[in-house]
Structure formats: C-alpha cells, structure tokens
C-alpha cells in the first residue's frame, strides 16, 4: 500500500492538492492511503518550507504547488513498481 502525506495549513490549495491525489488514486487503480497532516509543528519537522507539499512512500515528490492528476498519477505508479 502506498503512504501519501500531504502538508500544509488547510488552504484551497491544499484541498486541490488533495482532491487531485484521490482522482490519480482512482485512475492509476492503486491501493494507497492519504493523511493530510496540519500541524506546524509536524510541518516544520518534516522541513517543509513551502506548501502544500506532497510526501509519497517516504519521498518529497512537490512542495509549494498544486501538482496535476498526471504527474501524481506518474509518481503513483512508479512507487508501486518500486
């Protein structure tokens, strides 16, 4: 099962990011889990200095950036083979 965090306050943004994870999700067929993590203490842990920032099996894949369903899809899919 791939682990997909994303990091940021809760900003439209953020929502976006997240909406376009669940759609690459569900065209990629994937088995994954997706925690959306608020905290700024957790964010700064993590070193995320801009946001929203998505984590994917442990890497950093964007950070200060909506990414796209295609590019999250990519990501997704190389994960799984891995």
């Known amino acids: 099962m791939i682990k997909i965090e994303v990091f940021g306050p809760g900003c439209h943004r953020c929502h976006a990011?997240?909406?376009a994870i669940r759609q690459a999700i569900e065209v990629a067929g994937v088995e994954a889990t997706l925690t959306h993590i608020h905290?700024?203490?957790e964010i700064a842990k993590n070193r995320?200095?801009?946001?929203p920032a998505v984590r994917i099996?442990?890497?950093?894949k964007s950070?200060?950036?909506?990414?796209?369903v295609e590019e999250?899809?990519?990501?997704?899919l190389e994960s799984e083979a891995a």
């Not at 995320?48 to 946001?51: E, K, L, M, P, S």
């Not at 099996?57 to 950093?60: F, K, L, R, V």
Request: no cysteine.
């Open 17 to 19: 990011t997240q909406a």
């Open 72 to 76: 999250i899809k990519g990501w997704l």
């Open 48 to 51: 995320v200095f801009f946001t």
């Open 39 to 41: 905290d700024p203490k």
């Open 57 to 60: 099996d442990g890497e950093m």
């Open 63 to 68: 950070t200060g950036r909506v990414p796209t």
